[in-house]
């Protein structure tokens, strides 16, 4: 196993265009999580998943986003009529609910709204 | 709500000086006190995890502390390869799945 995956690693958009990104966790786990971060601050916690179920989506979230992951396996977050403030890197990571591990998190997607 | 502050924000330091990084939280019961790494462009990478007050984890030169209320990151003897920004992340015990980070202390090391 190659690690997480995050496809594409940069995308730039224009306002109000929608975009998708996929990630790839590691196979033997069963949790997914996306993270976004800006310039200087922490990783925000966006929503996560135990195999297929969306356990969780952070207040903060608005309509405009959306994740997925079907059959317990990748998961894609879109977001719908971008705007500048969604500019951020969008991680996402994986972990196992065996014990209190740490994440896994993939290189992350780049977004540029302009 | 969980909150992780750290400090401080940025910390530079010369080759061989060491010091330490401090993280701060408040939690609803902990179940787990994460430490990462991150480099810049990419995402952070996992380093510790601290279960309970008076718990300590090492990894060649960095050594993890916890107390009840903070924890620390001691970097003994700092090469510049130690340059990053090390984040902190709790997890409750009743919302096992979501970790709350901090901003992270970004760390320079000059030759």
């Known amino acids: 196993d190659t690690g997480v995956s995050q496809d594409p690693r940069h995308k730039i958009t224009k306002r109000g265009q929608n975009v998708t990104f996929r990630c790839d966790p590691i196979?033997?786990?069963?949790?997914l999580y996306w993270y976004r971060q800006t310039l200087g601050q922490g990783p925000e916690f966006l929503t996560y998943?135990?195999?297929?179920?969306?356990?969780?989506k952070s207040r903060l979230l608005s309509d405009r986003f959306s994740a997925e992951r079907p059959k317990g396996s990748f998961s894609t977050l879109e977001i719908q009529r971008t705007e500048q403030g969604d500019s951020a890197m969008y991680l996402c990571?994986?972990?196992?609910?065996?014990?209190?591990?740490?994440?896994?998190f993939g290189s992350g997607t780049r977004l540029t709204v302009v | 709500e969980d909150q992780v502050t750290q400090s401080p924000e940025a910390l530079r330091l010369q080759e061989g000086e060491s010091s330490s990084l401090n993280c701060s939280y408040t939690?609803?019961?902990?179940?787990?006190l994460f430490w990462y790494r991150q480099d810049p462009g990419k995402g952070p990478e996992f380093l510790f995890t601290?279960?309970?007050a008076g718990e300590e984890k090492e990894k060649e030169r960095l050594k993890a502390t916890l107390t009840k209320k903070e924890s620390f990151l001691h970097i003994t003897a700092p090469k510049p390869e130690d340059s990053a920004t090390y984040l902190c992340?709790?997890?409750?015990?009743?919302?096992?799945?979501?970790?709350?980070f901090g901003d992270g202390t970004t760390l320079t090391v000059k030759p």
């Open positions: 990571a994986s972990s196992s609910t065996s014990d209190v591990a740490g994440y896994t």
């Open positions: 196979s033997e786990h069963n949790r």
């Open positions: 998943f135990q195999n297929e179920a969306q356990l969780e």
């Open positions: 939690v609803s019961g902990l179940r787990g």
């Open positions: 601290l279960y309970s």
């Open positions: 992340a709790v997890q409750a015990r009743t919302n096992a799945g979501k970790s709350t």
